[in-house]
C-alpha cells in the first residue's frame, strides 16, 4: 500500500508540473477528475 501511495505522489506531481497542458486538454482533464472516482469504486 505504501509503494502505491509513492506512485500516487509521482504521479499527482507529474499532473502538477503538467498542469499547464492540462488545462489545455479538456479530455485528459476530464480522465483525471474520473480516475480518482475509478480508484474509490475499486477500494
Known sequence: MASFLNVLKEVMC???ESGKL???NKKLMFSV???PLFLNGLV
Do not use: A, N
Open 14 to 16: 507529474i499532473l502538477h
Open 22 to 24: 492540462f488545462l489545455k
Open 33 to 35: 477528475f474520473v480516475f
